[in-house]
């Protein structure tokens, strides 16, 4: 894959862009009250990402794990739902996320979540047994994270992720970020590949997100890529960030 040289991170420590407590905006868990940890670094840099400010490595601050053992608890809220790993890319940081995932399910018993590219799934190997519910995000091509050389290898290593979550019963869903410029028979293979490798009871939701801002796809593109999906799983649900809706990070 590409971008190994950022790839490389200090155990013992972590790179965090913030934490902070808000409302779910994406996927089946939408609306529920999340504590957000988010990791810095990513170097897939999907054009239209809404978090550059934690696409550098370097964004945020440092810390020891044990200090953002702390942080975190410091930071959460009664009633919280779950605790959200994000980015940036958290298998950019994976030891680190296994280390704080396991660490507040035994000390808070609350649910984890990760909210990652899966991009790698030997690092994703090393996360899932500390997180509860996955998102398995696929990238249409246009997506532009990688060259064509490189995709097909990011495609596989989700398909890798999407079957380690089901085989272990975690909570698991499909995420896919459509735009204007997405194509519709490329959307059509990419479902039908999933649902090669899992039954519509393996899954808690199929989500087809469309990017904000510009390139928005239409009406009737969405409902091209919903037609798509529904005749193989019925459960399949369109969308949008929620939290950008109403305003609140």
Not at 24 to 43: A, D, I, N, Q, W
Not at 117 to 129: G, L, N, T, W
Not at 191 to 204: D, H, Q, R, S
């Amino acid at each position: 894959m590409i971008g190994h040289s950022m790839l490389k991170t200090n155990n013992d420590r972590v790179q965090l862009k913030e934490i902070f407590t808000s409302i779910e905006g994406e996927g089946p868990y939408f609306g529920t009250k999340t504590l957000f940890v988010r990791m810095s670094g990513c170097h897939l840099h999907c054009y239209w990402c809404d978090t550059t400010d934690a696409l550098a490595m370097n964004s945020g601050n440092s810390f020891s794990v044990d200090e953002a053992k702390d942080l975190i608890i410091k930071e959460l809220q009664p009633n919280t739902y779950k605790i959200n790993f994000t980015g940036g890319e958290p298998l950019i940081q994976h030891e680190a996320v296994a280390k704080l995932a396991n660490f507040m399910k035994q000390k808070k018993d609350i649910r984890t979540y990760i909210e990652s590219s899966c991009f790698d799934s030997i690092r994703f190997a090393k996360v899932i047994p500390y997180i509860d519910i996955c998102k398995i995000e696929f990238k249409m091509s246009d997506s532009q994270v990688v060259d064509h050389k490189n995709y097909n290898d990011l495609l596989l290593n989700e398909i890798r992720c999407l079957k380690m979550a089901i085989m272990q019963d975690k909570a698991t869903y499909i995420k896919i970020v459509v735009t204007g410029s997405s194509n519709v028979h490329e959307f059509r293979n990419l479902t039908e590949k999933i649902f090669e490798y899992a039954e519509p009871g393996n899954l808690v939701g199929f989500v087809i997100q469309p990017c904000y801002g510009d390139n928005q796809p239409g009406l009737e593109k969405l409902l091209s890529f919903y037609d798509c999906v529904y005749p193989i799983y019925d459960e399949v649900r369109i969308v949008p960030q929620l939290h950008k809706l109403i305003g609140v990070r």
